[in-house]
């Protein structure tokens, strides 16, 4: 089985960076499409970020030119850096990965999140 363990979250002040991870273990022949999603209180779990495995990206109109998604396919690993965060970015935020466990197997995984709080 795979299992998606994120980390990096935490209280940060308006205008400031994080930095989240997100690494993939277990059973993993290769990892086609991580992402990031995100969920506020009151309100609806919404895509963040996604990076194919040949490094194609996309962005949430919200977070573009402020958040960047990347991965390191060796360490079977996603990033998001955060830059000039607002509150409004407050969220639980969530990876995700399609996980082809064998070649011809391919399931779709979630992190248990780690809350980015933005706030003075």
């Known amino acids: 089985q795979v299992h998606l363990v994120e980390s990096g979250g935490g209280l940060v002040q308006p205008g400031g960076s994080l930095r989240l991870s997100c690494a993939a273990s277990?059973?993993?022949?290769?990892?086609?499409?991580m992402a990031w999603y995100r969920q506020a209180p009151g309100k609806q779990r919404e895509l963040v970020a996604t990076?194919?495995?040949?490094?194609?990206?996309n962005y949430e109109d919200s977070v573009k030119g402020r958040f960047t998604i990347s991965r390191d396919n060796a360490k079977n690993t996603v990033y998001l850096q955060m830059n000039s965060l607002k509150p409004e970015d407050t969220a639980v935020y969530y990876c995700?990965?399609?996980?082809?466990?064998?070649?011809?197997?391919?399931?779709?995984?979630w992190g248990q999140g780690t809350q980015v709080t933005v706030s003075s």
């Open positions: 277990g059973s993993i022949f290769s990892i086609k499409t």
């Open positions: 990076i194919t495995s040949d490094g194609i990206t």
């Open positions: 995700n990965a399609e996980v082809h466990s064998t070649a011809w197997t391919l399931y779709n995984y």
